[in-house]
């Protein structure tokens, strides 16, 4: 009953005034109008890659994309609120999945408290309100997370391979919404896995999580078969042209702007 109290009220201040206070500027219009392309013409105007990466050719997956496609056909509208439905959704199914978690470690009245803290945080409900690609992180790391602590702790084998499975889902989802993700997801998965590795998990799973990645990275592949792998290059331009001191200087005075304003909004 508290957590669904929570969850409701949760709800009410994340979808007041949802569409006329609805953040809305150029990365949502430019989303908009691809959105708008492919409801009007059919999927095939639906993008192989997602948003450029801020400051490089370099771009995500396109998973948010298809997210707003689905919420568009689903609503029978391509109006700029009804593609933040996604991002909504996430949200608040963030929720839960956060109490669970937390329940794996805390007892129940801790859990909830630090829920409420989450479900009400101004960062969440604010990225809640507009849709924009890494607003689903929340949800989408925190399952991944929890499904590689459940691949340990689930003492049945075949729900563990399954555990491993909504990884390689929750991973292959989370990856194409912020490069963060990319390369952070599978370092907390290593240095958890040194640790308490799943021996139990049958060869099998490996193999199946595996696919599923491939699979949702398939737009990604054709994309850089028909580009001569473009995108790849960009990766490695982002990741070695932009070296020395002033970029050093730079990133040391983007992380002291970052802490500030964290604090300030928390």
């Keep these: 009953l508290a957590l669904g109290l ?12 949802f569409g006329p206070w609805l953040y809305f500027e150029a990365d949502q219009a430019r989303d908009a109008n691809i959105i708008k392309a492919a409801v009007e013409n059919g999927p095939g105007y639906l993008p192989l890659l997602g948003p450029r990466a801020a400051g490089t050719f370099l771009r995500l997956g396109p998973a948010e994309y298809y997210f707003q496609y689905l919420a568009a056909l689903l609503f029978g509208s391509y109006e700029p609120f009804v593609l933040a439905y996604p991002a909504l ?25 630090a829920t409420a803290v989450w479900a009400f945080s101004f960062i969440l409900i ?19 997370i929890f499904s ?17 499975l909504a990884a390689a889902v929750s ?5 194409q919404l912020h490069f963060l993700a990319l390369v952070g997801l599978p370092l907390a998965a ?13 060869l099998y799973f490996w193999v199946a999580a595996v696919a599923v990645v491939l699979i949702l990275y ?12 473009d995108n790849f290059k960009q990766f ?7 070296t020395g001191g002033e970029e050093e200087v730079a990133i040391l005075t983007k992380a002291r702007s970052d802490l500030r304003q964290v604090a300030i909004a928390f």
């Design 6 to 17: 929570i969850i409701s009220l949760a709800f009410a201040v994340r979808f007041w005034n």
């Design 89 to 113: 959704l996430f949200s608040l199914l963030s929720i839960p999945l956060f109490y669970f978690f937390l329940k794996q470690f805390f007892s129940r009245p801790v859990s909830l408290s």
């Design 126 to 144: 604010q990225y809640s309100r507009f849709a924009w690609n890494p607003n689903g992180l929340p949800f989408w790391s925190l399952l991944f």
């Design 148 to 164: 590689i602590f459940k691949t340990f702790s689930q003492e049945n084998q075949k729900k563990a391979g399954l555990w491993l």
């Design 171 to 175: 991973y292959g989802i989370a990856s």
């Design 190 to 202: 290593v240095l958890f896995w040194i640790f308490y590795f799943p021996k139990k998990i049958k």
């Design 218 to 229: 398939l737009p990604m592949f054709l994309s850089e078969l028909s580009t001569g792998g």
């Design 236 to 242: 490695k331009y982002a990741l070695t042209a932009k």
